[in-house]
């Protein structure tokens, strides 16, 4: 199993703080350094960084971890720049980089930015359309066609490395699974029940194998909270803590974690359930620290990461 930290800047944070969390994951030795790619939080009340460009500049910042953009919209960035700049990054990083692709989801975002979203089934035609134009792209170039997105151009330069991937992420039961099988190095969604995960996981090596590629290639992650701690007593503190925020009780919260494979409790125990993540066969999880990046405690990651690597 690897592991990630995933951080949330449109929550709140300087590129100098961004820069000191990879650095710090590098030190650590964990396999990758995840960002979200949005210029907002809900209430838009901090800053807020661009995905892309300050995954550029870690590419010089740091010199081994795994960078990765989780997931970056179309809605946002036309494919063929969108993969002109992964190749840059790809570059700079000398390929240590992953693209994430999504449709875009967040309607508040795109209104107050004057983005256009389309409506979802659009929005997937997007998805495919644009990842068959990256993927082209990547290969050093030829032509696609749709309706949204279509490249004639033959070579594209430079060419991928071998390092640069792909990740497909979002929680669509049948079309995000399809996609990433067809396209993409790795497939990722949010914690989620064993059963939605398990059938993820057969649609993702059923479209590989349908498009004719190694259904064992393709990476499996999941992102999600680490909520470990020193002993039950504090396991228990917490879990009530949480659960009355959404109006359960603490024994409540726990069965929500559970059911969703939230590795949580003591050391031993959260190693218990990433063991059972990867048995299902998840090969990475990215540990999600949603908050500002100053309030982000090191200090406490290093537990929660050395319980899970157990």
Do not use: C
């Not at 992650?221 to 879990?239: K, M, N, R, T, Y």
């Not at 009780?249 to 974690?257: C, D, N, P, Q, R």
């Not at 494979?261 to 359930?273: I, L």
């Amino acid at each position: 199993m690897e592991f990630a930290l995933f951080v949330e800047p449109q929550v709140g944070g300087s590129y100098g703080r961004l820069r000191d969390l990879a650095q710090w994951a590098e030190r650590q030795g964990l396999d990758a350094f995840a960002r979200s790619d949005h210029y907002m939080d809900m209430a838009n009340s901090v800053d807020s960084t661009d995905a892309l460009a300050t995954l550029a500049a870690l590419a010089v910042d740091t010199s081994t971890i795994r960078l990765v953009s989780l997931v970056s919209p179309l809605t946002f960035r036309h494919p063929s720049v969108m993969a002109k700049t992964a190749t840059t990054i790809d570059g700079i990083s000398g390929g240590r980089f992953t693209l994430g692709v999504g449709t875009g989801w967040m309607e508040t975002e795109h209104e107050a930015l004057g983005v256009e979203l389309p409506p979802i089934g659009e929005r997937f035609e997007m998805l495919e359309q644009g990842l068959a134009m990256i993927t082209t792209m990547f290969k050093g170039g030829g032509s696609t066609t749709g309706d949204h997105y279509a490249l004639n151009l033959d070579p594209v330069l430079p060419k991928a490395s071998d390092g640069l991937k792909i990740v497909v992420g979002g929680g669509g039961p049948k079309r995000t699974p399809r996609l990433a099988g067809t396209y993409a190095n790795e497939y990722n969604r949010f914690v989620t029940t064993e059963e939605a995960l398990t059938d993820g996981i057969a649609r993702v090596r059923s479209a590989a194998t349908a498009a004719g590629r190694d259904p064992d290639a393709i990476l499996v992650s999941l992102a999600g909270p680490g909520l470990v701690f020193e002993d039950e007593a504090a396991h228990a503190e917490a879990l009530a803590e949480r659960g009355a925020r959404r109006n359960m009780s603490g024994e409540e919260f726990g069965a929500f974690l559970d059911e969703r494979n939230v590795p949580h409790g003591t050391p031993a125990q959260a190693a218990d359930r990433i063991a059972k993540l990867e048995s299902l066969g998840v090969g990475r999880y990215y540990m999600q620290e949603y908050r500002h990046l100053d309030d982000i405690d090191t200090d406490r990651l290093s537990m929660v990461f050395d319980a899970l690597r157990s």
